[in-house]
T-cell receptor, first 113, second 112 residues
């Protein structure tokens, strides 16, 4: 059981470049989400999805785009990378949201120079 | 909107001493509350969760938390700290908009 798999683990981007962080889960979870973690800020929700074809914005959605074409995959796209997007990104999933355990991926370290 | 506040960004306790990490929530309805732990360079792991079944919730690794509605608190405790407990701990709440909102975290240091 792979759980939540994120790729890549490390990435360096130049300002203005675009890229996609991949997230896949094999637990048939309905709920998936992306967080960014910055020192002293905790985890902040970027986007989330309650099922295939449904996405919504979190606390800090600007500069990011998501889609949910399948239950398994929830990619996060950086449209035009900025240094302020240097962060650690976590993908998470849950069977259903209410009261269920959320499983996290191992994180993706992104540096924008 | 529902939110959580963690008091103390850093907490230090001696090995064998009581661990107390504080979390207060704001919510107008009974919330779902969680505590997660993050070890260096890893993702988050669930320690325990409150879903209104019982006010005292026991989790993994000897941790427990008590939901106190009158104080809007969900503090995390462990009777005797171990060196392996050194990590960052996050309190989180599920809000009405299907969003899990995390606190800013408390880094726990264990002194030998």
């Amino acid at each position: 059981n792979a759980g939540v798999t994120q790729t890549p683990k490390f990435q360096v981007l130049k300002t203005g470049q675009s890229m996609t962080l991949q997230c896949a889960q094999d637990m048939n979870h309905e709920y998936m989400s992306w967080y960014r973690q910055d020192p002293g800020m905790g985890l902040r929700l970027i986007h989330y999805s309650v099922g295939a074809g449904i996405t919504d914005q979190g606390e800090v959605p600007n500069g990011y785009n998501v889609s949910r074409s399948t239950t398994e995959d929830f990619p996060l796209r950086l449209l035009s990378a900025a240094p302020s997007q240097t962060s650690v990104y976590f993908c998470a999933s849950s069977l259903h949201l209410t009261g269920n355990t959320i499983y996290f991926g191992e994180g993706s370290w992104l540096t924008v120079v | 909107a529902q939110s959580v506040t963690q008091l103390g960004s850093h907490v230090s306790v001696s090995e064998g001493a009581l661990v107390l990490l504080r979390c207060n929530y704001s919510s107008s309805v009974p919330p779902y509350l969680f505590w997660y732990v993050q070890y260096p360079n890893q993702g988050l792991q669930l320690l325990l969760k409150y879903t209104s079944a019982a006010t005292l919730v026991k989790g993994i690794n000897g941790f427990e938390a008590e939901f106190k509605k009158s104080e809007t608190s969900f503090h995390l405790t462990k009777p005797s700290a171990h060196m392996s407990d050194a990590a960052e701990y996050f309190c989180a709440v599920l809000n009405r908009d299907d969003k899990i909102i995390f606190g800013k975290g408390t880094r726990l240091h264990i002194l030998p």
